[in-house]
């Protein structure tokens, strides 16, 4: 909660952060702690592809007053391009969802192996043993690899270490055929959630190609798109926003957090969702906000 200049209360929402349980280094209990610090009302944790870090932080939120809404980054490919639908409100013990989760593991196993492979036969020295100390409970990312790279002196930053070894055309990218977008969606719905089309602008794709992505998504059955994010600037946020409208869909916010400390991201700290968007969080039964006094 907090009080804009007109004294009138905003609740803080954040529907896109990551902990420990994908590629972010607070465990859920440390994540859901500093949004509480933040101020952030409403939360959701949306892991890639697990949805194992959702019990720790639900037990802190609990004890906090945070009120959290169970989220999940899903990795999909369509038309050869890997796109991120979040999932909100799922229940995690849904039978389909699960099983859907259980092979997107297998196939991150699967490509971690092929990754580290390649940078070793390039001449980087224990790759394999490198991320996965990153990545603890085994569910590795490309941001783990990053991580042990800049580890061993090759890079001194992330973002550094995706331009020279972890972009697609770079001797450690390993393309996925993820799950397909109609499948998804339909984990998430079946497990009672909305789906969400993540970070739109981050796609390396032409307009047309992204309006032909959101046409595939409604017919699908998603629901919402990201209007206000982390990495999106205010460009992003208007064109978002007019494609919000043109689609049906609904608006969220989410800034994308991964770690303290990367530059202009911050839990909670977003603009509101503009005018005439209509919220994402109207379809998703949040748990009662608690407001302090
Ligand atoms: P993956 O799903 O394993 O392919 O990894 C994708 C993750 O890598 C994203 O969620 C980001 O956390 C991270 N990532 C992707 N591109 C970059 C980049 N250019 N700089 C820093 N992190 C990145
Ligand atoms: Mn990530
Ligand atoms: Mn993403
Ligand atoms: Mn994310």
Known sequence: MQHSPNGVSMIIYDFHTHSTASDGTLSPHDLVRRAHEKNVAVLALTDHDTIDGL???QATAD?????LVSGVELSVTWEKQVVHIIGLGIDPAQA???AGLVQLREKRHERACLIAERLEKSGLPDVYAGAHKYARNGNVTRRHFAQYIVEI?????IRKVFERYMRPGKTGYVSMEWTTLVEAVKWITEAGGVAVIAHPHRYKMTATTLRRLLDSFKQCGGH???VVYGSGGHDAMQSSSALAKRYGLRGSVGSDFHEPGQPGIELGRLPPLPDGVLPIWDLISIPSISIPS
């Open 55 to 57: 019990e720790e932080a």
């Open 153 to 157: 002196g090759l890079a001194d930053t």
């Open 224 to 226: 919402g798109i990201e």
């Open 63 to 67: 004890s906090l007053g945070v009120s």
């Open 96 to 98: 389909t969802l699960r």
